[in-house]
């Protein structure tokens, strides 16, 4: 009665005041809405925070809530309202609730946990937290929940702890929500909230059922030993509350759409994915409510659909049986046949994960999985990319492939991802296109001349529709065309010949250059177009991730990076954030920094369409060979990578040797005339007897063969939780290049997921790691992940080794990071 006294009060208080000069806040709302301009906006709020100052300066307790409300909402306008703060401590320190109630809401607004006036409230809000009025009670409990520091936390623990044990619903409510703001900022207070928490498992109100649940979490997150408490003490109520939840009848107050309360439902599924992740006896105690919820819930409405979501999440990530996880993927599928495109996203991104579990059960749903990949024509450059390097793996379906894109391209022209395949195939394998090469059991051969192939190339390269890329791609396809296919030759040179005066100037280059290779080269053209080895998809995914990478500067460590996750194999380079710059502190050596790049040149055409070329290193200050061997970048064959200045020589899958400079051989196109063979040039001082300019290295030159120097191996870093051992190999004719093996080892009971290794180095070392084996490294050492790293010292036997390593990873679904320097390599690396 007092509080509805208090509220009859202020009303006529309100009434009783409009005739002072100081406005109301709707006035004050009114007259900022009918500004026009942002300058009479200023205006009106320069007005009322000087009406503000007055009042606070008179000392006017009766305008004092109203003046902090019209703060409150100039705040929301963001204009500076600090000249006020001590207002909410004397509003706060009033005894009636609705003063109270403004001066909580200011003091949630207007202040954070960094301002030092947050200091004096402590004690009133220890006074109100033991006030007899349950209102007056939450008011502080919501204050504390959003506002408090480490040391409030500390401080106000104790009342906190005490509320929870109250008979109010609404108080048990907003304590437990109160708490789990203490224990973020003081996690060593956790175990004080241990039982607490596990006991209001057992109420009835779902308000606090789903505030327990979330502080449960929140302990599980901050400790360990309050993960394994409630392990023990919390399943069988997270159980009850599941079967009792599902099981009940309608209830309006908790009804979402014909589903009982599934906000409940989900926080309970989190809590038990937590408490049964790497614990095969809490999973097991699970499976039967989990199987209960899968099958019981209807799928016919949103709010069911995230409670099976939800419910596939906890089954995949705990020890559940296969049966159970069976199930859970038939979920994924039925979700897969939904029409609504979130449902079917959502599902895919989680097959993901459940192929590396269960891929049998997976494979079920093959056919619907497909059907996804039709909704719409619109495909990514990087799945185009993915699918040619596939396609050139799978030598035993090189020929079904290009004759079903051969159909596709005449069926399915405008569609530009589709004509990019198909006329890298044709180009590839025209041969098995017209002659039926390898056709698999039941397929219908398909009737296709040499003509037939080229026109089709030919449509694709005159649609309006077709950009550079594709244009350009089918001018490659018509050059190798011209070799595959000799009797059509003389129309692939004048198809390519009409493009020399194209206004784009790659097609134009390209046409001018091609049709020179046709003209003039004939007795090397074969050898030039021959079929594109096998493309390696590691390197191809290396590739891709490096090639926008952004290259340090000289002054800067040269830095490689391996992210974990699905996207990427760990290993993988991204380019370096800022706060990883700062890995080492070793920027004072002289040496000259030295960084890894990717460089595609203007001429290297797969390099450009398909982004899987070489690799091109070279020290910083020493700018790449311009004269870049223009047959070797059409075909790929190889780059020019230079290395202190020494051209380098590479063949697809080999190492590269470098050569000595060879200014003979600069201009390829013309000292070579269609007249002479490549076998008659004669070797000079500056070109080695047995090199083959289209091979790289001769047959007499071995480079798999190279024996390698094996050093002691050693632990690099080791800690209460990781392990991590390098073993060395390194080759005799290039002492300063080592070769690392890392191995990563686990020492824990829990699964290591997202595992990303990072690696530092100072400027006069270059390093290049390779990708890992995985990004999971199992529990108690039982497997582990491995890591190739390539190191090589610039100043070998004058400095050593030197290496900061960091590794982060997610253990229990937290995020960690570990790093140290590892100082002990073996001498003379």
Known sequence: MDTVEKIVEDFASDIAMSSFSGTRLRDMIRAIRACKTAAEERAVVRRECAAIRTSISENEPHLRHRNMAKLMFIHMLGY?????????????????FPEKRVGYLGLMLLLDERQEVLMLVTNSLKQDLNHPNQFIVGLALCALGNICSAEMARDLSPEVERLMRSREVNTKKKTALCSIRIVRKVPDLAENFMALAASLLKEKHHGVLISAIQLCTE?????????????????????????????????????????????????????????????????????????????KTESNKNAGNAILYECVQTIMGIEATSGLRVLAINILGRFLSNRD?????????????????????VQRHRTTILECVKAGSHVKD????????????????????????????QAYGKQGSLVRVAVWCIGEYGEMLVNNVGMLDGEEPVTATESDAVDAVEVALNRHSADVTTGAMCLVA?????????????????????????????????SIEFSSIMQKHQSIRSSLLERMPVLDEASYLVKRATATQ??????????????????????????PSAPLVDLLDLSSDDAPASTIASTTTPNDFLQDLLGIGGVSSSTAGVPSTASTDILMDLLSIGSSPSQNGTPVVGHP??????IPAAPEAIDLLGSLSSSTPVSEIKATSALPQAMDLLDGLSSSTSVSGLEKTAHPSITAFQSPTLKITFDFKRQPGNPRETTIHATFTNLTSSTFTDFIFQAAVPKFIQLRLDPASGNTVPANGNG??????????????????????????????????????????????
Do not use: W
């Not at 899958?653 to 470098?658: A, D, I, L, M, N």
């Open 784 to 829: 582990s992940v491995t890591q190739g790293l390539n190191v090589t010292n610039n100043q070998q036997g004058q400095k050593p080794l030197a290496m900061r390593i960091r590794m982060s990873y997610k253990a229990n679904g937290e995020e960690r990071l570990e790093q140290g320097q590892v100082s002990n390599f073996p001498s003379g690396l």
């Open 219 to 295: 302990l599980c997150k901050a400790s360990k030993d309050a993960l394994e408490y409630l392990r023990k003490n919390c399943i069988e109520g997270l159980v009850r509350i599941l079967r009792d939840v599902s099981n009940s009848s309608y209830a309006p107050e908790y009804d979402v759409s014909g589903i009982a309360d599934p906000f409940l439902h989900i926080r309970a599924l989190k809590l038990m994915r937590i408490l049964g992740q790497g614990d095969a006896d809490c999973s097991e105690y699970m499976n039967d409510i989990l199987a209960q919820v899968a099958t």
């Open 653 to 658: 899958g080999q190492e590269s040797k470098p």
């Open 550 to 575: 952004a290259t340090i500067s000289a002054d800067k460590l040269a830095l490689a990076v391996t992210p974990g996750g699905l996207k990427l194999s760990n290993g993988v380079a991204k380019p």
């Open 382 to 409: 990087d799945v185009c990319h993915a699918l040619i390097v596939v396609l050139s793996n799978a030598s035993e379906l090189q020929g079904y492939s290009v004759r079903s894109l051969y159909k596709a391209l």
């Open 80 to 96: 500076p309202t600090h000249f006020a703060q001590m207002e909410c401590l004397k509003l706060i320190a009033a005894a009636g």
């Open 341 to 361: 495109n979130n449902i079917r996203y959502v599902a895919l991104n989680m097959l993901m994960r459940a192929i590396t579990v269960d891929a049998l059960a």
């Open 478 to 510: 018509l050059l190798k065309l011209s070799s595959r296919f000799p009797s059509a030759s003389e129309r692939v040179r004048q198809i390519v010949g009409r493009n020399k005066e194209n206004v784009v100037l790659e097609l134009q280059q390209r």
